[in-house]
């Protein structure tokens, strides 16, 4: 069979006709902003703290291009380490409360490259079933035994460490400080007790918690009021709150020193690169200095959930940290809900079978600083509205 005949097999048992209808929707963002009025207000970035646009993330941005160069042309092993790249990881592991701290040319690959790394076939890796994929994949390439469990169900992880534990040298369980899909949280004081009473390594991809979660947007440790340092490893990406790209892992100093010289996603990758940076540094100096982002962050969120329950519309588990999914009761009525807030100015694209669960499609509201209640209440009544006509029409056509 030809590859393009076994593509578009695949393609069509994926879904191809409501696929095809998702990523035209995709490539209108760009097109309706450059728009006459440009004001299409998105819910589809990762910007919670509204820095997208600062004059002074791009400005430290084009300056650091100017003054220090696009790239550095090397791995930092062999002549691409330079003086930004040490500052930055010191403000990071200083904001996030670790020793030490490590960056990656993405956040992808910090996961991917870290879970592969960690262990080996004596041992046991522990995942939550709505592991990032970058945690699956960096599963797959290890060669410990890994078992996933139900989502955030920590009476489930408790069963398999009692069970499974005993049998493996060492064990490293990997949870996120929130999840971007349901836009729910673990109970951190529960698996810092669990990892110390079954002596694991626990992992935490705080990729949409920092910056989301805690007073000063520290992260899952802040908002439990827990020390970080009872985390192994906080993971964490800079493509989020700080608007830029790359990912770190931070923890204990001596521990970041073996992986400096031997993580392969460090080692054998580039240096990250001036001006990505020079803007997630400027980022970070900036939630430090204005943590009324934070909390205005927090304020529409509760708005949000707050809405949403009053015109009916289904949160799942989400009680409103940033970001909020809505579920409906088909992909048909996730795209029109979809169009029918593009059509009004908001950009919500719809998250069907490929990122989630066939029977779980939903809209993902990433919140924002730069938000407003005005936009999040209309959003809501824009998707009250169209799914109150689509159900009336089925009840007519039955
Ligand atoms: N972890 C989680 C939980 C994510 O959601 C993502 C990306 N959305 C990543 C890791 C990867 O980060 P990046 O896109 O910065 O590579």
């Not at 695949?10 to 097109?31: C, K, Q, T, Y």
């Not at 949409?208 to 899952?220: D, F, M, P, W």
């Not at 939903?362 to 936009?375: G, M």
Request: one cysteine or more.
């Amino acid at each position: 069979m030809r590859l393009v005949e076994f593509a578009d097999r695949r393609f069509r048992l994926a879904g191809r006709e409501v696929l095809g209808r998702v990523r035209h929707f995709m490539g209108s963002f760009d097109a309706l902003s450059d728009g006459a009025d440009g004001r299409l207000v998105s819910f589809g970035a990762y910007d919670y703290l509204g820095l997208s646009a600062d004059e002074r993330v791009r400005q430290a941005s084009a300056d650091a291009a100017l003054h220090v160069g696009v790239g550095v042309s090397a791995s930092r092993m062999i002549g691409g380490e330079r003086n930004f790249h040490a500052d930055l990881e010191a403000n990071l592991a200083a904001f996030v409360g670790t020793e030490a701290s490590l960056c990656l040319v993405s956040g992808y690959l910090t996961n991917l490259s870290l879970v592969q790394h960690l262990l080996g076939s004596r041992d046991l890796l522990v995942i939550d079933e709505l592991s990032h994929n970058s945690i699956v994949s960096g599963a797959s390439a290890s060669r410990a035994r890994t078992i996933t469990f139900r989502h955030n169900d920590l009476d489930h992880l408790e069963e398999i460490l009692a069970t499974q534990r005993s049998a493996h040298a060492r064990c490293l369980i990997v949870v996120e400080g929130l999840y971007s899909m349901d836009g729910d949280i673990p109970d951190l004081p529960r698996l810092i007790a669990m990892k110390h009473a079954h002596d694991c390594w626990l992992m935490v991809d705080e990729a949409h918690s920092i910056g989301v979660l805690g007073e000063t947007g520290r992260g899952i440790s802040e908002h439990w009021g827990t020390d970080p340092r009872e985390i192994d490893l906080i993971v964490g990406t800079l493509s989020k709150a700080f608007v830029s790209c790359g990912g770190f892992v931070a923890g204990e100093a001596r521990v970041l020193e073996w992986l400096h010289f031997t993580l392969p996603g460090f080692v054998f990758s580039v240096g990250m690169a001036p001006p990505i940076a020079a803007a997630a540094d400027t980022a970070l100096r900036i939630l430090r200095e204005e943590p009324w982002r934070i909390a205005r962050l927090r304020s529409l969120s509760a708005h949000f959930v707050a809405e949403a329950e009053r015109l009916g519309l289904d949160c799942g588990p989400s009680r409103g940290h940033g970001v909020v999914p809505l579920f409906f009761r088909d992909n048909e009525e996730t795209v029109i809900c979809a169009e029918a807030l593009l059509s009004q100015g908001f950009y919500c694209p719809p998250i069907v079978q490929v990122g989630v669960p066939r029977d779980q499609p939903r809209l993902r509201f990433f919140l924002s600083a730069s938000h407003t209640e005005a936009n999040v209440s209309a959003a809501l009544e824009v998707v009250a509205a169209a799914c109150n006509s689509e159900r009336n029409l089925d009840r007519l056509a039955s």
